[in-house]
């Protein structure tokens, strides 16, 4: 692994990731992905904290350096402020205050390095009532309206992994704002503090939806067109048991999928009377049920009918669509998502596999810190050489 990056968009750009779980690292693998050279830096002893995995099937770990500090050692902390000198970016996950009492806060990090973006992530936010309490993606998709909103009528709300909250509130919302905080400090040269909540970026997600609720038009959880309340935008049991998704809201579309399917468009009424979506989804249900999902998808996949299989974790990066886009990459044996999104002149390199911590201190450090400096360092306990037994 190269100790900084030189392919990608994002290559010269320079962040320091405080080792967290969840949120955080997926920020921080987004950015690595595309070119930033991303520094781990991790506790000194396990934190025991997230889903323990091999080391590398932790895929959010992938394409950086990561060396250990005990944050409670002046030295060490002084190491930090030394990196966040030549850091564009900085990414933290604590509970508000924790930085602080570590002494690497916005406030001393800023002082070394005017020209920081210092990344916040968090679930509540840096400020309000819950800010110093615990929670997980499930409980700020509960806050915010949006988990009440997913799921079938007459069911409990579905969870939808930690997508929607940790990932796509969390992550993506604190990636956009790093890179937002970076362009303008190269216009002001200041740097700035970005406070980036889950509940923030998941409520900011279901901006539509909040102005469909305005304008009257939005009902309880599933009795709505996008949330599997309309027949035209569900999911349908096949004769094996496997599932299939039909999805075409324009009625061009729809008239295909009937058609398709056998079923007189008459028969199903207009697709705007809601009265009639029970009907037409017990006759699509019974003809989804005379066929096995590949039958389906041989007959329904080249139409507009706006179908799709539904495939299986294992499945996926075996369809022919995303193995010939190469959605999919193997690397260290280990099948994942490639980088996204695609550039077409400033390519990333490859990822690369998750590295252990203190793996190569040197090398992780280049860049940042003279080369005398890191021996000293090593010689003095502060870094380490190779991993701890």
């Not at 693998?29 to 091999?54: C, F, K, N």
């Not at 840096?126 to 806050?143: E, F, K, S, T, W």
């Not at 809601?274 to 009907?279: D, N, Q, T």
């Not at 996926?316 to 280990?334: K, M, Q, S, W």
Request: with cysteine.
């Amino acid at each position: 692994m190269n100790a900084s990056s030189t392919r990608g968009p994002l290559a010269g750009i320079k962040v320091i990731e405080l080792a967290g779980i969840g949120p955080g690292p997926m920020c921080a693998m987004l950015l690595a992905d595309l070119g930033a050279t991303v520094l781990r830096i991790d506790r000194r002893e396990p934190s025991g904290l997230g889903i323990e995995r091999p080391l590398r099937h932790n895929l959010l770990l992938r394409n950086r350096h990561s060396i250990s500090l005990d944050l409670k050692d002046p030295d060490a902390v002084d190491v930090v402020l030394r990196l966040a000198e030549k850091a564009d970016a900085l990414i933290e996950g604590f509970r508000p205050g924790v930085t602080e009492r570590l002494g690497l806060g916005p406030e001393p990090c800023l002082a070394r390095n005017p020209r920081l973006v210092y990344g916040r992530i968090t679930g509540w936010g840096q400020a309000g009532p819950l800010a110093q309490r615990a929670g997980h993606d499930i409980n700020y998709l509960a806050l915010t309206g949006i988990l009440d909103a997913i799921g079938h009528a007459g069911a409990p709300p579905s969870i939808p992994l930690n997508l929607v909250g940790d990932y796509a509130g969390g992550s993506l919302y604190l990636a956009v704002g790093l890179l937002a905080g970076v362009l303008e400090a190269r216009q002001s040269g200041r740097g700035q503090v970005v406070d980036a909540a889950i509940v923030d970026g998941a409520a900011h997600l279901a901006t539509t939806f909040f102005g469909m609720l305005a304008a009257g038009m939005l009902g309880d959880r599933g009795t709505n067109i996008l949330d599997g309340g309309a027949y035209f935008y569900d999911v349908y049991e096949c004769a094996d048991g496997k599932w299939v998704t039909v999805g075409p809201v324009e009625q061009k579309f729809l008239t295909e999928l009937l058609c398709l399917l056998g079923i007189d468009p008459a028969a199903v009424g207009r697709q705007s009377d809601r009265a009639a979506w029970p009907k037409a989804r017990e006759l699509l249900a019974a003809k989804f049920r005379t066929a096995s999902r590949e039958e389906w998808t041989t007959r329904l996949q080249d139409s507009d009918a706006c179908f799709a299989p539904v495939l299986s974790w294992a499945e996926a990066p075996r369809h022919p669509h995303l193995a010939e886009r190469g959605t999919f990459i193997e690397v260290d044996g280990v099948t994942q998502p490639a980088p996204a999104p695609r550039f077409f002149r400033s390519v990333p390199d490859q990822p690369t596999p998750p590295s252990p911590n203190d793996a190569d201190v040197a090398a992780a450090l280049a860049g940042w810190l003279p080369a005398q400096d890191i021996v000293a360092l090593q010689r003095a306990g502060t870094l380490r050489q190779a991993p701890a037994s």
